[in-house]
T-cell receptor
Framework: EAGVAQSPRYKIIEKRQSVAFWCNPISGHATLYWYQQILGQGPKLLIQ????????DSQLPKDRFSAERLKGVDSTLKIQPAKLEDSAVYLCASASLRGTGNTIYFGEGSWLTVV | GQSLEQPSEVTAVEGAIVQINCTYQTSGFYGLSWYQQHDGGAPTFLSY????GLEETGRFSSFLSRSDSYGYLLLQELQMKDSASYFCAVTSGGKLIFGQGTELSVKP
């Protein structure tokens, strides 16, 4: 079974520029998550989708971050304009069940450095 | 809101047993999970407890006490490859919320 695919793996941009990350979850997984992980900290949930609907985006900085999952499969997370504090790993994860604590599967992450 | 507390780092020797504790405060609690993350890698699932008691999976065991809002991960027969960060995470209100992680260093 193919895992969660993310791209690009690494990105370096200047502050105020924009960046987009792509995620393809495990086939059949209805739930998709985007987490932000700053070095030395735990993953912080940015947004959670169930199929193509948003379940939770309470911690998404909506003035600069946006995410979509138009067809209920793959997803894109965009940052515009980027700030220095956005430097982090952006982890996409997927799960087949919502809210039950069943395993969620993470991708390898997209490492963002804002300079 | 939700909060999780776990030690920031733990050091142990190869072959030993180590316990990583996690206390949490949350509403709408469903269960407690544990994830392992090696440097530069993705978090990977280790265990999940929805009910009180001990769950054992090979060298790893996880415990939950819902009344105490407390759980722990027990790692036995430590190996060098167990050096990693370990995160507890609560399932609450349909979300999975992670703690700050415990960095485990296993020494020879």
């Amino acid at each position: 079974e193919a895992g969660v695919a993310q791209s690009p793996r690494y990105k370096i941009i200047e502050k105020r520029q924009s960046v987009a990350f792509w995620c393809n979850p495990i086939s059949g997984h209805a739930t998709l998550y985007w987490y932000q992980q700053i070095l030395g900290q735990g993953p912080k949930l940015l947004i959670q989708f169930q199929n193509n609907g948003v379940v939770d985006d309470s911690q998404l900085p909506k003035d600069r971050f946006s995410a979509e999952r138009l067809k209920g499969v793959d997803s894109t997370l965009k940052i515009q304009p980027a700030k220095l504090e956005d430097s982090a790993v952006y982890l996409c994860a997927s799960a087949s069940l919502r809210g039950t604590g069943n395993t969620i599967y993470f991708g390898e992450g997209s490492w963002l450095t804002v300079v | 809101g939700q909060s999780l507390e776990q030690p920031s780092e733990v050091t142990a020797v190869e072959g030993a047993i180590v316990q990583i504790n996690c206390t949490y405060q949350t509403s709408g609690f469903y269960g407690l999970s544990w994830y392992q993350q090696h440097d530069g890698g993705a978090p990977t699932f280790l265990s999940y407890n929805a009910l009180d008691g001990l769950e054992e999976t090979g060298r790893f065991s996880s415990f939950l006490s819902r009344s105490d809002s407390y759980g722990y991960l027990l790692l036995q027969e430590l190996q060098m490859k167990d050096s990693a960060s370990y995160f507890c995470a609560v399932t609450s209100g349909g979300k999975l919320i992670f703690g700050q992680g415990t960095e485990l260093s296993v020494k020879p």
